[in-house]
C-alpha cells in the first residue's frame, strides 16, 4: 500500500491482519486498502476468508493479530457499536428482516438508535418525539424510494418477493447514511434481472459518497460494478486490481479452476 489512510486517498486499510479460530487461520496476513467513494469487491472460492475479513472489519470478530484503520483512527479494539457509530454497517448473507413489520417500519428500525428523544416524550408525545419520528419517516421514505420501493412501504416484509426483500435489507442498511458499507452477498438467490437491479443499487450509493466492500458471487455483479477487486484464497491476498486486470490474472483463474481444469479444457 502506497498511501496511508488519513491522506484522503483510503478510507479503509487492514494491515497484515489476520485471524486464527483454534488451529484454523482463516485470514492470514492480508493486507487491504479501500478507496473512499468506492466498489471494493472481495472474491474468492468458497472458503477463502471473505466473510470472515468482512467480519474483521464489522467487529464481530476480533483481529488475532494487524491493525485496522477506519479514516485517520485506529479501530482495532473498537467494539461492532463503536464502529456503527463511527458510519460502518452492513448486511448479512441471511435476511434478517422482522417478517411482520412493514417494509417502512423494517427501513426505520435504522434510524431509531439515533433518536434523541427519551422514554417519557414518546410515553407523552412530546413536540421533540412527534418531531422526530416525522422525520425518520420521511427518510425512510426517501431511502425506499431511492432503492426503488417506494410503492411497497407499507407492505409487509415477510410477503415481499425475495428480489425486494434484498433491496429492502439494503435500504434499511443505509438509512442511517453510513460512510462505508458492508454488504455480503446481497445478490445471493438472485435471477440475472434481480441482480442487475442489485448492482444498479448499489452503483448509485457510491455515487451518493458512500463506500461499499462487496462480497459477492454473482460474478456479473462484481465486474459490473467493483472499481477494484482484492482477490482471497486460502485466506490469504491472492491478487488486487481492477475487474479487468482480475479477470486476466493466471493466478485468479488457477485458484477458480485449479489446473486439472484448465489442462481438460485445453484438451477439449
Known sequence: MSASADDGGWLLEARSVSRRFGGLLAVDAVDLAVRRASVHGLIGPNGAGKTTLLNLVAGVYRVSSGALRFGARDITQHSTAKRARAGIRRTFQNLKLFGEMTALENV???????????????????????????????????????????GLAHARAGALAYGHRRLLEIARAIVARPTL????????????????????????IR?????????????????????????????RRLAHGTPAQIQEDPGVIEAYLGRSGENESAQA
Open 108 to 150: 426505520a428500525i435504522g434510524l431509531h438508535a439515533q433518536m434523541r428523544a427519551g422514554f417519557f416524550d414518546a410515553v407523552l408525545s412530546t413536540p421533540r418525539h412527534r418531531r422526530e419520528e416525522r422525520s425518520i419517516r420521511d427518510r425512510s421514505m426517501a431511502v425506499l424510494q431511492f432503492a426503488g420501493l417506494a
Open 181 to 204: 458499507l458492508l454488504l455480503d452477498e446481497p445478490a445471493a438467490g438472485l435471477n440475472v434481472t434481480e441482480a442487475a437491479h442489485v448492482s444498479e443499487l448499489i452503483a448509485r
Open 207 to 235: 455515487d451518493d459518497g458512500t463506500t461499499v466492500i462487496l462480497v459477492e458471487h454473482h460474478m456479473d455483479v462484481v465486474m459490473r460494478v467493483c472499481d477494484e477487486i482484492t482477490v482471497l484464497n486460502y485466506g
